[in-house]
């Protein structure tokens, strides 16, 4: 989690006023000037970023409204400042800049999440920032606290799915996902003005709406971007739809008729995930015959002992196998790695780096599981990430693209395979080759099941942003999309102010989610790439990269670019390639996708 390029209104006529003599200027003036223009403006934004990173860090390990009013004026401040220097970038348009210089400027122009207008005075410019900040800092903490009464005991986000994961009781289903929604309805006038205000700033830094602003950030054109997930869907997509036919069918035979029909969209109530976004809580129900790995991790876990931390340890462990240094004791000392019982947090897993150096920390509300075992590496891969990076200019300690910072600790956690749980001294034995399905099936539903969901949460954002989808169809507009791209379908009839989009972490807290679809093909690519290069020649789920310092030193020239150069490059710089491609994850599944295909012959697939 990044929270420095915000959003906001710009004093732009006071800065444009000083600046840039005009049409006289040559080159090398244009260029001496964007340098001064650009240090002031990575300074800046370096200074807030240290005192606004702070303030985000408080009100999200301690939510009261105190800490919410904080976090809403430091969010218009950096409102103002963002979009002020993105404004100000005009000004060298057209001007004949270094290679960098012009990343910089489309870096300071595309790169606020929510952006608002600077028209009017200077009083006019911070009241709708103060008001956009309110919004999103309200939005998010309403999230933070949602809960769900059921029998007289309020449950939170982490007990409902509790319940969506582990019981199989259509009824409960449908009540904790049901209950889990409606912690939602407050949010949506809200989010429909904070569109409204993001568009109309999105406007003035000449995009066409917010959603051409987030695609302008994958260093080509906005619709080139559209086109190129488009084609990464239509490879992946038989994929998926071959673990839907299998699974529906799986339900069916479990739950019924009447609960789970043989045809049309699944239950989404029914996927063991409160978004049908991973699956892996339904392994008991599709797991293949016969393949038994022999353990589950959930048990492993607890049965030796794990502790959060020592989860985290383990993590950290494999970063620094590959040759990475320890992360810094602050890190230790500052994370907040369980839920603490006496005060609200904001317990989506994030990581976080509060001076932009070494002051990293992990904020998440470990349980000792499976699931968080894999959250655990992916929080720290973007540490990992930002520390290697912290060495660029300011306006390039990024990812490459967003993608890639979210693929870092998955990618890690590809490789944590049965023989380095053998290694870890977990398991005694590393299954047979006869448990491949298994092992395959377990991963399918954790990153196959993942791929559409990844998509929808954006094409809906994009069709609210382009104004396709009035505030009055934002639901409806989700459960369509939710049937298209997942074939999944809620478990009854939706209440008119229903508003579930509000009822996933990154639609409330604006975080673009392209990043994980992304993220779910460059992880494969990632990790077909590193095999590769160990001399790997078994099957791509059997490959674990631990201890190989070779392959981290070759990762290590990619996260120390960071956003210093179009990603391409970065791609190229640790796999040879400089496409993203879903080959690699078609081909990490291929023995699972064959059998699949076997096991739905003669079903009518797809719904
Ligand atoms: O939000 C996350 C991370 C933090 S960046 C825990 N993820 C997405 C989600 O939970 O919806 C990781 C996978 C997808
Ligand atoms: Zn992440």
């Known amino acids: 989690m990044r929270k420095i390029l915000l959003g906001g209104v710009a004093a732009v006529g006071l800065l444009l006023a000083g600046c840039n003599g005009g049409g006289g200027t040559t080159s090398e003036a244009a260029k001496t000037d964007a340098t001064t223009f650009l240090a002031g403006a990575e300074k800046e934004l370096s200074d ?68 608002a207008p600077s028209t009017g005075t200077p009083d006019e410019q911070k009241a709708i920032a103060d008001e956009l900040s309110k919004i999103t800092t309200d939005l998010q903490s309403t999230y933070g606290k949602g809960k769900f009464t059921i029998d007289g005991k309020e449950l939170n986000l982490e007990q409902l799915s509790e ?35 993001g568009n109309a700033g999105a406007k003035e830094l000449g995009f066409s709406d917010i959603a051409d602003m987030w695609l302008a950030n994958y260093d080509m ?20 739809n071959d673990l839907h036919c299998y699974t529906r069918n799986k339900l069916n035979a479990k739950y019924g008729d009447a609960v789970q029909p043989k045809t049309g969209p699944i239950r989404a109530d029914l996927l063991g995930n409160m978004w049908a976004q991973q699956w892996n809580g339904i392994y008991d129900i599709v797991a293949p015959p016969a393949s038994d790995p022999g353990y589950d991790l959930n048990k492993v876990l607890v049965a030796k002992n794990y502790d959060p931390i020592k989860m985290v340890k383990t993590g950290e462990a494999f970063f620094t196998s590959l040759g990475l240094a320890p992360l810094p004791e ?6 907040l790695i369980t839920r603490p019982r006496d005060r609200e947090v904001i317990c989506h897993a994030s990581a976080w780096d509060l001076d ?79 448990a491949d399905l298994g092992l395959l099936m377990d991963r399918a539903l954790e990153k196959i099941a993942f791929l559409p969901f990844g998509l929808k949460v954006d094409k809906w954002r994009w069709q609210v942003f382009r104004g396709e989808v009035k505030p009055e169809q934002y639901n409806q507009a989700w459960v369509d999309l939710g049937k298209q ?26 975080t673009p989610y392209l990043r994980y679809f992304l993220s779910f093909i460059l992880q494969f690519q990632f990790h ?3 095999c590769e290069q160990a001399g790997w020649t078994g099957p ?57 295909k076997e096991q739905n012959a003669g079903q009518t697939c797809g719904w």
Not at 330 to 335: A, D, I, L, Q
């Open 48 to 115: 807030f970023s240290d005192y606004a990173a702070r303030v985000a860090w408080v009100n999200a390990n301690f939510i009261t409204e105190d800490t919410d009013w904080l976090a809403a004026r430091a969010g218009s401040e950096g409102t103002l400042l963002t979009v002020r220097l993105a404004n100000a970038t005009k000004q060298y348009e057209g001007a004949s800049l270094t290679p960098d210089q012009q990343r910089k400027m489309q870096i300071l122009r595309a790169g606020i999440v929510m952006p």
């Open 163 to 197: 319940i969506i994961s582990s019981s199989r009781d259509p009824k409960k289903l449908q009540q904790a996902w049901e209950g889990w929604q409606t912690i939602a309805v407050p949010m949506k006038a809200d989010y429909a003005r904070m569109v409204e205000i």
């Open 221 to 240: 054109p906005s619709k080139d971007m559209e086109a190129t997930v488009e084609k990464l869907w239509s490879q992946v997509q038989p994929l998926y």
């Open 330 to 335: 602050t890190f230790w000392t500052r994370s």
């Open 356 to 434: 932009n150096l070494e002051d990293l920390r992990i904020k998440m509300c470990t349980q000792v599981n499976a699931e968080d075992f894999s959250t655990v590496h992916h929080e720290l891969g973007h540490n990992f990430y930002q520390r290697a990076y912290n060495k660029q200019d300011f306006l390039f300690k990024n990812g490459a693209n967003d993608g890639f910072h979210e693929a870092i600790g998955d990618f890690v956690a590809l490789s944590i395979t049965p023989e380095y749980l053998k290694q870890l001294g977990l398991i005694s034995t590393s299954p047979p080759a006869s």
């Open 485 to 510: 791209y997942q074939g999944i379908v809620p478990p009854g009839e939706r209440p008119a102010d229903a508003f579930d989009p509000g009822a996933k972490f990154h639609i409330p807290g604006n």
């Open 528 to 530: 077909k790439a590193a």
């Open 540 to 596: 791509l789920h059997r490959c674990s990269i631990y201890n190989n310092k070779e392959v981290g030193a070759k990762f290590a020239t990619m996260l120390e670019m960071g956003a210093s150069k179009p990603w391409p490059e970065a791609l190229e710089a640790f796999t040879g390639t400089r496409e993203m491609d879903g080959s690699a994850l078609v081909a990490y599944f291929a023995p699972l996708q064959a059998w699949m």
